[in-house]
């Protein structure tokens, strides 16, 4: 889009100049005049939370389908497994299996979540106001499961299904059999505001509810989530959707995708965080899962884009980065998320009941964190250790030159280790830029503890950059085990490599990307790292997708078992294994 007001809610790591608008004035004080209305008119029919009456949804939805014209978002030929499915019906049993399931692998359901766009694809609106679009991480969310059945002879059955979360407004634009919602995340300034606001009109909010994100249990349940939503909770054994979750009604804003278990009291601690006052807000559920036992406003002063807290077996640690989310600055014609480089950076350490002055504040070097690996305590310090990734992850990293590919593009495991007796921090790279790391996991016996072990997906750069200039779509074409107690071999007289730690690969073939990867642990294993790290992985060659079980204390060897599945199963984002004792 060469010459308007990039309203992209992509991120900006540069100080380079706006470019010119070639946008009316008329248009944007008319874009200005529908917000105003809508506003109006939904204090004029108490309208705050549900869609306006039949009679002006009815005039609405004449207005926008003579206005806007949606069209698919095409994907490039490197891309092709990014492409939606269809539900595969019936749970199938897979008969196809190279290798063999271990006997002490626990019986469970691999389940991973991920972006699978309702009718074909991605959508982009054309009007009068100009031109807005979903982002790569949008589409709904679909989840897909692997089932380990153990009979009483000890033998396997393996079988696997997929479904849609069904969420409300999944179910609406199912019933109507068509896309309702404007494009409303990207785009030109005034196409954005205008289709944010009609959709607020017609369906009480201006982004769908899409849950594609992650899958995460609590007391028996299993609920599928996204951070702008409540977590909707999944019938384990079809995938079916039972509804919407919101802590029996205490919780009524957004949730995160990554709600974390306190060591030792099985608590959970959730948060979300807003565009207006108060920005993010910090609550724990009991055990059970049936009582909001806390919740507590946290006094920042920006709606920072926080995608993952950590918890220790004391304290919740709270990212406040420079990764900021501003209607303001929207409204000036600049991108509703940015990564503002000259602003502060800070991290915060809370007792897990504590309130907004019981934070104690650590100011680091500004950086973008999505992915925490972990936290704890080791005596007077917390260590919080996760990726420092390009900002511009959200809505996809822009390839502008192909020749210029830098590490800045590359993400980094980063220790922080936060005194909380001296109120000192200091931080390090933990590992190179030879390869870019992202999508962690542990063993969740360890969460909030001390450990030894990390594992995470290691992206393909040439094959993401393969498709051109314009906007990546991330491929990892194997995994990383991270020795965290052991310091890499440095054979060589390269500097700034002393500190590194050692890193173990897992190289898929030619052609195949993972996706999902989680680590499952040993029935009554002995180590920390006893277990295997389960995947989908997909050939782009033979366009079949399977899923991998890797041993990893042999983790460069070849995978024990490899499971074809009966159908294609697009890339995505994360899973999760949930045993049978749930």
């Known amino acids: ?29 008319l874009s200005h005049k529908i917000i105003s209305t809508a506003k109006e008119l939904q204090q004029q029919f108490a309208l705050r939370t549900r869609a306006v009456n039949s009679v002006s949804k009815r005039l609405l939805g004449a207005f926008v389908e003579s206005t806007f014209t949606l069209s698919h978002q095409p994907l490039r030929p490197t891309e092709g497994n990014f492409a939606p499915v269809k539900e595969i019906g019936e749970i199938q049993e897979i008969l196809d299996i190279a290798g063999e399931i271990p006997a002490d692998f626990p019986e469970g359901v691999y389940i991973r979540n991920g972006s699978n766009p309702l009718f074909g694809a991605l959508h982009s609106s054309k009007s009068i106001f100009g031109k807005s679009h979903d982002i790569w ?123 974390k278990v306190i060591p030792g009291t099985g608590e959970l601690v959730i948060f979300g965080f807003n565009l207006d006052r108060p920005f993010l807000t910090v609550g724990i559920v009991s055990a059970d899962g049936k009582k909001l036992k806390r919740k507590v406003d946290i006094e920042l002063d920006r709606c920072t884009y926080c995608h993952e ?40 350490v809370m007792p897990h009941y504590g309130d907004a002055s019981s934070i104690i504040w650590f100011y680091v070097q500004p950086f973008c964190t999505i992915h925490l690996v972990n936290c704890f305590e080791e005596d007077d310090e917390v260590i919080v250790r996760g990726f420092h ?16 590919e830098t590490t800045k593009e590359y993400s980094r495991l980063y220790e922080w280790r936060l005194n909380l007796k001296t109120r000192k921090v200091t931080g390090k790279y933990l590992t190179g830029t030879e390869v870019a790391l ?12 001390c450990h030894k072990y990390a594992y995470a997906q290691v992206a393909d750069s040439p094959a993401s950059f393969a498709g051109g200039p314009g906007i990546v779509r991330p491929k990892f074409g194997g995994f990383a085990k991270i020795l965290l107690d052991e310091k890499e071999d440095v054979t060589t007289k390269d500097t700034g490599r002393e500190g590194l730690i050692k890193v173990e690969y897992h190289h898929l073939d030619r052609n195949q990307f993972c996706t999902g990867a989680t680590f499952v642990p040993k029935v009554s294993g002995a180590n920390e790292d006893d277990g295997w790290i389960v995947s989908f992985v997909h050939d782009e060659g033979t366009h079949k997708s399977e899923v991998h079980l890797i041993d990893t204390r042999r983790f460069g060897c070849g995978p024990i078992a490899k499971i074809t599945l009966p159908q294609r199963v697009p890339y995505g984002f994360h899973g999760a294994f949930v045993s049978k004792s749930t």
Request: proline share 6%; charged share 20%.
């Open 1 to 29: 889009m060469a010459t308007t007001i990039h309203c992209s809610l992509r991120p900006s790591m540069c100080s380079c100049g706006r470019q010119p608008s070639s946008i009316s004035t008329s248009a944007t004080r």
């Open 309 to 348: 807290l950590g918890v220790t077996t004391t304290y919740n640690i709270i990212l406040d980065t420079p990764l900021t989310l501003s209607k303001g600055r929207m409204l000036r014609g600049a991108p509703l998320i940015e990564f503002e480089k000259d602003s502060y950076a800070r991290i915060g």
């Open 137 to 259: 991480v949008e589409g709904e969310g679909m989840l897909h499961g692997l089932y380990f059945t153990k009979s009483s002879d000890n033998t396997w059955t393996i079988s696997y299904t997929n479904r849609y979360v069904q969420s409300d407004t999944y179910r609406l634009e199912k019933e109507l059999k068509k896309p309702c919602f404007i494009p409303s995340t990207d785009g030109d300034l005034p196409a954005v505001l205008i289709a944010a606001a009609l959709n607020i009109l017609m369906y009480g909010k201006a982004f769908k509810n899409i849950s594609n994100t992650s899958v995460f249990e609590h007391a028996g349940r299993v609920f599928s989530a996204a951070e702008n939503d409540n977590p909707h909770e999944i019938d384990l054994y079809s995938l079916g959707t039972l509804g919407s979750w919101n802590v029996d009604g205490e919780w009524k804003m957004p949730f995160t995708a990554h709600p």
């Open 389 to 404: 990734v390009p900002s511009s992850i959200i809505m996809g990293p822009r390839l502008i030159d192909m020749t210029k």
């Open 438 to 449: 992202e999508f962690p996991v542990i063993n969740n016996e360890y969460v909030g503890l």
